[in-house]
Structure formats: structure tokens, C-alpha cells
């Protein structure tokens, strides 16, 4: 416990401690944690204005990001970060709509438009196939025909209904035709950037990142009827390449990540890894860029959480349990970090113990089967940030009525 005590910095060493890194990997072990919402910001903020980073990418849409986006390089028709956010209707909607990323968008957008505001996951297909449409209606009517021909493919299925139909045989996959389409869009590239000068500078990537999401995601859908790490893969995998993409339009600029421990910590150092086959992004990143990356995992004790009890319910202030006795956050509790940054890249930390991960949904009643995952926390991040004590990020639209009484489940268990 000395030792961790001793090795604690403050969260204000975090632009140091990153180092000379070009792919800054920021988590969380919430998807609805004030603090850690909060600290990322600030060093997004010190990344881009010190550092000149030129990329914000996070766990979002890409179409939704992009009218984000617009907004921050002063192409858009909103007047506010507050509507430039309105395309995040999606179930979490606080993970995007709340005020820290209202104040972090404003603050990019005042920047100068030098760094921009990108999704990095792939759920959005109705979405991205819209969005290429649209693109091309704009400069090239016979290419818009064609496109909407390809995508009509997927007329009369919703997404789910699309991946159980070509699962069990009662529909042909659409594969062949989302990739002719991002394949035309990939040929033309050249051409049709040039084709009218009025759209933003970045239209046709913008368009040929949709055409490659949807080719990622007709994919997807198939694959959730295969089994969890099937999927999963192909997720993180989209990300990863998502990534790498953003980096070569941005001219090898910085891109900060914001996004999961579960999508940032190396899944090698998991049991998704390790047990469920499961890689993510923060591996996939090491393994195409090495010592480029430096990945900051966030960790908590106790507190609250803005989290739904369900899939698609509302969102509510929870109550989070004391961490587990065995587990990583119990023993920075135990150790007295309140709130401190911890360099991991010289083995502190290595022991595999329990890590708790809660995503939008929180089940405090099964949290240990729910929430939690041996891991190796030396191995997973270069850096880790704990909080013992932590508030619930507050969304745009409010709580839901409903909140989690205060804590009466045993501690124990």
C-alpha cells in the first residue's frame, strides 16, 4: 500500500505523463461519471491547445459526430454546441448529450476549427447509408440512383431483423452491395471531391467513412447471431480502422480517444481477451502503432452513476456499490488514493485482480457477474487514473424520475 501511495501523482501530471505519444487512449469505467468526463476534457483540451493534436474521436456514430463536427470547422447550419448535438437520439443519449461535451465542443469550435469531432462506431447503418445518399445527390445525380438501388437491399428490415434473416436463410446478405458502393465511392474519390467547391473541405472522406460503416456494419448485424466475440471483434476492429483512417486524412496529426476501458484497456491483458477470444481497440492500436500510443485507464470506488436499469430505459442517478474486496478499485480505496494518477509502465500494478466495468446499463443486484473481469491493470494501460469517490455526469434532458434508493445491498458478496 506505501508503494502505491508513493507512486500517486496528481491528475495535473497527465499531460506529462503522456508523453510524446500521437494516439492518447482516455477511458472509463462508466459510461455516465462526472470526474471522468470531466478530466478527459481538460486534457483533450491541453492536447489540442499544447500539443496540437487535431482529432477528437469517441465511442459515437459517425454521422452523429459529423454534424458535431460541422459545427466545430464553422460549416454547419447550427447555432449552438447544445444543437449541433441533436443528432444523438440513440440510446445512451447522455453519453454525448450532457454539459461537459457541450462546453468541449464550444471550446473546439472557438479553437479555430484546428481539431475535429469524429465517431468511431459502426451502429448507425440507416444512418451512414442516408448520409452517402445525400452526399452524392448533391454532385452526381446517376450516383445517387445507384446508390439508393444498392441500399435498398436492406428495404422492409430494421437492422436486427436484417441479421437474424440472412442468419437463419430467409434473406440473401446485402454484403455485395455496400462494398460495390464504397468501392465506386473509393475509385471516384479524386473526381468527386472536385465536383462542387460549396461543401465542406472534408465531404468526400466524411461520405467514403459512411459507405466503409456500412460495409463494417451490414457485417456486424450478421455476425450478432454468431456469438458475442464475433461481434465484438468486428466492432472494435471497425474502430481501430476508423482510427487509422482519421490519422492519415489528418496528416499523421494527434487524435485523442475517448471510449471504455473495456475498448481501450489491451484486451490481452483481459479475460475477453484471454478467456472469450475478444480483442479491442487499445490492442489493435499498440499492435499497428507501438509506442505511439499511450492508453490512460479511469478507475473508481464508490459514489453514483448516471446508468439505465435496462436496455433503451431511462437514464438515472444511481447509487455504485463499494467495490468488491478483491478487486483493483477496493485496493487503491485500501491504499488512500483519492484522487491521483498512477504510472504503470514499470510493472506497478501488475498482479491480475478484479476490475469492475459498467457500461449504460448497471445491475448492482448481479454485480459481480455483471460488472466485473480479472485483468492485469500494468499490462492494460500505461496510466491509470482512480477516483475513489465519484459524482453522476448530468445529461442535457433530465433523470429519470426514478432514482436508485441509497445503498442496502450487502457489501459482501
Known sequence: MADLRRAARPVDDLLELVGEARFVLLGEATHGTHEFYAL????????????????????????????????????GDDHSATEAL????????????????????????????????YGLDLYSL?????????????????????????????????????????ATGQKESCEDDVVAQLRELHQRAAELAVRDGRLPRDAHFAAEQNARLAVDAERYYRAMFR?????????????????????????????????????????????MGQVRGEINLGQLAR??????????????????????????????????????ADSLER??????????????????????LLQRMIGVIYRPETERWSHYVYAHAAQQFDLLVHVDETTALEPLEPWSAHEQPAETYPTGL
Open 40 to 75: 478527459r476534457a481538460e486534457l483533450t483540451r491541453r492536447l489540442v491547445g499544447e500539443r496540437g493534436f487535431r482529432g477528437v474521436a469517441v465511442e459515437a456514430d459517425w454521422p452523429a459526430a459529423a454534424r458535431v463536427n460541422r459545427y466545430v470547422q464553422r460549416a
Open 287 to 324: 499492435e499497428r502503432h507501438g509506442d505511439d500510443v499511450c492508453i490512460v485507464g479511469f478507475t473508481t470506488h464508490t459514489g453514483t452513476v448516471t446508468a439505465a436499469r435496462d436496455w433503451d430505459a431511462p437514464a438515472e442517478r444511481r447509487v455504485v456499490r463499494p467495490s468488491q
Open 86 to 117: 441533436s443528432e444523438f437520439v440513440r440510446f445512451p443519449q447522455w453519453m454525448w448529450r450532457n454539459h461537459i461535451i457541450v462546453e468541449l465542443v464550444q471550446w473546439l469550435r472557438n479553437h479555430d476549427g484546428d481539431a475535429g469531432f
Open 227 to 271: 456469438g458475442r466475440a464475433s461481434s465484438w471483434n468486428l466492432r472494435d476492429t471497425h474502430m481501430a480502422d476508423t482510427l487509422d483512417a482519421l490519422h492519415e486524412h489528418l496528416g499523421g496529426a494527434g487524435i485523442v480517444v475517448w471510449a471504455h476501458n473495456s475498448h481501450l484497456g489491451d484486451a490481452r491483458a483481459t479475460e
Open 331 to 352: 485496493m487503491l480505496h485500501d491504499a488512500g488514493i483519492d484522487r491521483a494518477v498512477l504510472e504503470l509502465r514499470d510493472g506497478l500494478l501488475a498482479g491480475e
Open 126 to 166: 440507416r444512418e451512414s447509408m442516408s448520409a452517402v445518399v445525400k452526399y452524392l445527390d448533391t454532385i452526381d445525380a446517376d450516383a445517387a440512383a445507384r446508390a439508393r438501388a444498392r441500399y435498398g437491399c436492406f428495404d422492409h428490415f430494421d437492422e436486427q431483423a436484417y441479421g437474424y434473416a440472412t
